[in-house]
């Protein structure tokens, strides 16, 4: 088994659960005791994340406008922006373990462990 064994199918599956979690999991940790945004960055990308999954051309996409590589170029983005976040918000303790932790794990799914995409892939609905 090849260590990049994430593909567009087990991706989209991933995706719904993330983006629960980027919006309720602050609220359970209680995030936001050094700085709002640590609460609300989180739960603004996870809203973020369930429209992008909505709308990606996958297999659990709803409406499949925008094309797999933007959604992973995103989700890199993502990745980067909460790797900063904690320095360039301030973030401490648990609102900045948060989001390294989070970073790490986006980072590595879509860097590492992502599988190449099908190009010319049409997704067949489920």
Known sequence: MSIRFIDEDLHAWIDYPVAASLIGTPFLLGLGATNPMALWLSVATGVAALVLTLFTNHRLGVIRVLPYWFHLAV?????????????????????????????????LVTFVLNAPSRQGRTVVPA
């Open 75 to 107: 989700d890199r983005a993502v990745g980067v922006t909460f790797a900063i976040a904690p320095f360039a918000l301030g973030f401490t303790g648990i609102d900045a373990l948060y989001y390294w932790a989070n970073a790490a794990a986006v980072l």
